[in-house]
């Protein structure tokens, strides 16, 4: 009588692949053994390393997601910087006017009465506020350029030093874990995404100030700019001193005399109503001013500040000493 004791009864040549490899241990791949596995692993960094240094890479980008972004920022910032600099001398202009205007004083003697017309006291606040204008606008000129030199430098500083750099000691890594109490694996990771942050830093803010402005800030930007310009004209036409001394003949006639006076009061009556019309500009003036240091401060100082505060809180804690987290391998063998 047959039984199937004996062919239960077999050795572990005929046990399944899947139960030897468990007692053998974890298997990293049906093909490669870990010594292949480290060797491709390493030369596939590798390659992507030297990537970064390959005339390869202006052709990747191109016409990648990548372009799309650094494109949009370089319009940002040509716009932007165009807007400031066109701003900037304007107030510069309405400044270096005021300051001539300043040194006018008006002398009209009516009746025989001396009256002295300062126009210094009445622009002088004009004068203070375009002179803090224009350094706010220096300030945002300034922050436009460090801007666009960090937009140059992101394929260099961000592909080719930072993401190459981690990638050699990544594969590094592979083979040698610890470099004193460094983990070299940690340390990879942790620069490959400090180089993602910097690369894509510049382009990220060029999105959202631009979207901020398109959205926000535009239409406040054309109504203070416009009064900037018409505010510049009108002292360019303003002549407070036109016709203060007429021409006329001296005589002794009362009539004559008397139309002498009339001139002269008319004069000042005239002097009196433009100062009173450039008072009542100041406001209007000194409103639109401010809102043209809100925008640029906002859009060139601010939201940049902002952007690099979010992404130190989110990098700060891949960013801590590079310190290895587990046991060297000195203490492995200890215990």
Same mark, same amino acid.
């Given at each position: 009588m047959i039984t199937a004791g004996p062919l239960l009864d077999t050795?572990?040549?005929?046990?399944?692949?899947?139960?030897?490899?468990?007692?053998?241990?974890?298997?990293?791949?049906?093909?490669?053994?870990?010594?292949?596995?480290?060797?491709?692993?390493?030369?596939?960094?590798?390659?992507?390393?030297?990537?970064?240094?390959?005339?390869?890479?202006?052709?990747?980008?191109?016409?990648?997601?990548?372009?799309?972004?650094?494109?949009?920022?370089?319009?940002?910032?040509?716009?932007?910087?165009?807007?400031?600099?066109?701003?900037?001398?304007?107030?510069?202009?309405?400044?270096?006017?005021?300051?001539?205007?300043?040194?006018?004083?008006?002398?009209?003697?009516?009746?025989?009465?001396?009256?002295?017309? =300062?126009? %210094?006291?009445?622009?002088?606040?004009?004068?203070? *506020? +375009? @002179?803090?204008?224009?350094? &706010?606008?220096?300030? $945002?000129?300034?922050?436009?350029?460090?801007?666009?030199?960090?937009?140059?430098?992101?394929?260099w500083l961000g592909l080719q030093v930072l993401l190459a750099s981690?990638?050699?000691?990544?594969?590094?890594?592979?083979?040698?874990?610890?470099?004193?109490?460094?983990?070299?694996?940690?340390?990879?990771?942790?620069?490959?995404?400090?180089?993602?942050?910097?690369?894509?830093?510049?382009?990220?803010?060029a999105v959202v100030s631009n979207t901020v402005y398109d959205r926000?800030?535009?239409?406040?930007?054309?109504?203070?700019?416009?009064?900037?310009?018409?505010?510049?004209?009108?002292?360019?036409?303003?002549?407070?001193?036109?016709?203060?001394?007429?021409?006329?003949?001296? =005589?002794? %006639?009362?009539?004559?005399?008397?139309?002498?006076? *009339? +001139? @002269?009061?008319?004069?000042? &009556?005239?002097?009196? $109503?433009?100062?009173?019309?450039?008072?009542?500009?100041?406001?209007?003036?000194?409103?639109?001013?401010?809102?043209?240091?809100?925008?640029?401060?906002?859009?060139?100082?601010?939201?940049?500040?902002?952007?690099?505060?979010?992404?130190?809180?989110?990098?700060?804690?891949?960013?801590?000493?590079?310190?290895?987290?587990?046991?060297?391998?000195?203490?492995?063998?200890?215990?």
């Amino acid at each position: 009588m047959i039984t199937a004791g004996p062919l239960l009864d077999t050795d572990d040549s005929f046990l399944p692949n899947n139960r030897i490899l468990s007692e053998r241990g974890t298997m990293t791949g049906p093909f490669l053994s870990p010594m292949q596995k480290k060797i491709s692993l390493s030369l596939f960094l590798l390659v992507f390393s030297a990537l970064a240094f390959s005339p390869l890479l202006p052709v990747i980008i191109e016409n990648s997601p990548i372009d799309y972004w650094d494109h949009r920022a370089e319009t940002y910032l040509e716009k932007t910087m165009a807007r400031a600099a066109l701003t900037f001398a304007l107030v510069r202009g309405l400044n270096g006017i005021v300051s001539v205007a300043q040194g006018t004083e008006i002398a009209v003697s009516p009746a025989g009465v001396g009256l002295n017309v =300062s126009i %210094g006291e009445i622009l002088d606040p004009i004068n203070d *506020l +375009a @002179e803090r204008f224009s350094w &706010v606008m220096l300030l $945002s000129t300034v922050s436009l350029g460090i801007q666009r030199v960090i937009l140059e430098m992101g394929n260099w500083l961000g592909l080719q030093v930072l993401l190459a750099s981690g990638l050699l000691i990544w594969a590094t890594g592979v083979w040698k874990r610890d470099w004193g109490v460094i983990d070299l694996k940690l340390t990879a990771r942790r620069v490959i995404l400090l180089a993602i942050a910097v690369r894509f830093f510049i382009p990220t803010v060029a999105v959202v100030s631009n979207t901020v402005y398109d959205r926000f800030l535009n239409h406040h930007y054309r109504e203070a700019s416009e009064t900037l310009t018409r505010m510049s004209e009108e002292l360019k036409q303003f002549d407070p001193g036109a016709g203060a001394d007429p021409d006329m003949p001296s =005589s002794e %006639g009362l009539v004559q005399e008397f139309q002498l006076w *009339l +001139a @002269e009061t008319q004069n000042l &009556v005239n002097i009196r $109503s433009q100062i009173d019309l450039i008072k009542a500009k100041l406001e209007r003036f000194t409103e639109d001013t401010i809102r043209l240091m809100v925008i640029f401060t906002l859009q060139t100082v601010l939201i940049p500040l902002v952007i690099m505060w979010i992404l130190g809180r989110m990098m700060k804690p891949l960013l801590t000493p590079f310190a290895a987290h587990h046991p060297s391998h000195a203490e492995r063998l200890g215990g």
